[in-house]
């Protein structure tokens, strides 16, 4: 089957292997790159499906995931957000929502995958969204028509076999040599868990573990993933060195938290500016990364003058940012990381074993009071 195009319009791609069988496309026409979303996103949801019990959505940009979480509730800035009022939303929607609204920055644009049967309560959401197209088990009656109007009847709609089981080796073929690998069926499951010392997770831990585990083994390694309440909050992707995972995972779940205060949600801005364009300057004030220029837009911007949000207001929110559970893909070779992950917040860190500084790194934790879990299992993903 031929593609929209490869990896970039100029690059022809097609399917040259592989059953039509079990991913099938509804409607649109997909890339090379819509195609790894969507399959690298919907092992991703499937997997969490089957680790936690909980409805679970993904959100990916360019092969990695910018949010993924499990159905829970959903907080007063998501509601506003998203522009959903008190009413409450089934699982399905409940799911997507917060897996968006971990980075909606990065997920403009996403592919979105969803370990359940599309609803119409998703359906009419996606409708208020940009995105390029969604991955699912199945979409209920009506749903198929309503997606295929958005995106000016470009918007993607892929059809997965939940029962699908991969072959046990796949092949990549890099510069006319072919790699050929097992795949990677190792379970994951609260036994790969092993506390270190002292060190206890509790249930909300564990699935917060298991998410964040599932989470680093679909996204381009080196990985850090930061997850609160059964939703990623930070992700930290396809850095060279660890402590820079570390550092990019905080600063975005650091970022998610501040778009929670009320000077940022409440951000004076002008009633007919779009979602997109009101997030993309809470985001940026919540960040603290505006430069002078967009200083003084925002300035014009602001209905109401004044300071958007004080510094020590700022700095005294921040320190609200609790309970974090960190999952690095790869061990941590240094105590920087824990150091690290300590500003942020995080109160039980993950890592396989094989640091040569594993002893230094159990250490940090206690110093620390973070909860330290091993596990044999190392996530890398390229």
């Known amino acids: 089957m031929d593609l929209r195009y490869g990896m970039n319009p100029h690059q022809r791609a ?48 360019h ?101 699908f089981r991969p072959p046990a080796t796949e092949i990549r073929t890099v510069f006319g040599v072919a790699i050929e690998q097992d795949h990677d069926r190792e379970p994951i499951t609260a036994e790969l868990l092993h506390p270190v010392g002292e060190s206890a997770l509790s249930d909300s831990s564990t699935t917060d573990a298991l998410l964040g585990m599932i989470t680093a083994r679909f996204t381009q390694s080196n990985t850090v993933v930061l997850v609160r309440d059964g939703m990623t909050v930070g992700v930290g992707a396809g850095q060279q060195s660890r402590i820079d995972c570390t550092h990019l995972a905080g600063a975005k779940a650091r970022t998610w938290w501040m778009r929670r205060h009320h000077d940022i949600r409440t951000l004076p801005l002008p009633t007919d500016l779009a979602r997109q364009q009101r997030l993309n300057w809470q985001i940026a004030l919540a960040a603290g990364t505006l430069t002078t220029r967009e200083t003084g837009e925002l300035a014009d911007l602001l209905t109401r003058p004044g300071t958007p949000i004080e510094e020590r207001d700022r700095t005294a929110w921040a320190r609200g940012l609790t309970g974090l559970t960190m999952v690095s893909d790869g061990y941590l070779p240094f105590r920087d990381n824990v150091d690290a992950a300590a500003a942020f917040g995080v109160s039980v860190i993950v890592e396989p074993t094989g640091a040569l500084q594993h002893d230094t790194i159990a250490a940090a934790c206690r110093d620390h009071h973070i909860a330290l879990a091993r596990t044999d299992l190392r996530m890398f993903h390229h």
């Open 14 to 61: 097609r399917i040259v292997d592989g059953s039509d069988q079990h991913v099938r496309v509804l409607h649109g026409s997909a890339s090379m790159i819509n195609y790894l979303d969507a399959l690298n996103a919907w092992q991703l949801v499937a997997q969490a499906r089957r680790a936690t019990g909980k409805v679970a959505a993904a959100s990916f940009k």
């Open 63 to 163: 092969v990695s995931p910018a949010g993924a979480a499990v159905a829970g509730m959903l907080d007063e800035t998501m509601c506003e957000t998203w522009g959903l009022g008190t009413a409450g939303l089934g699982p399905v929607a409940a799911a997507y929502v917060r897996a968006r609204d971990a980075d909606p920055r990065s997920s403009f644009g996403d592919m979105i995958a969803v370990s359940d049967p599309v609803d119409d309560e998703l359906a009419d959401l996606l409708a208020t969204v940009v995105s390029d197209g969604i991955i699912a088990p199945g979409y209920e009656p009506g749903t198929i028509a309503k997606l295929a109007r958005k995106k000016r009847g470009r918007f993607l709609v892929v059809d997965i076999d939940p029962g």
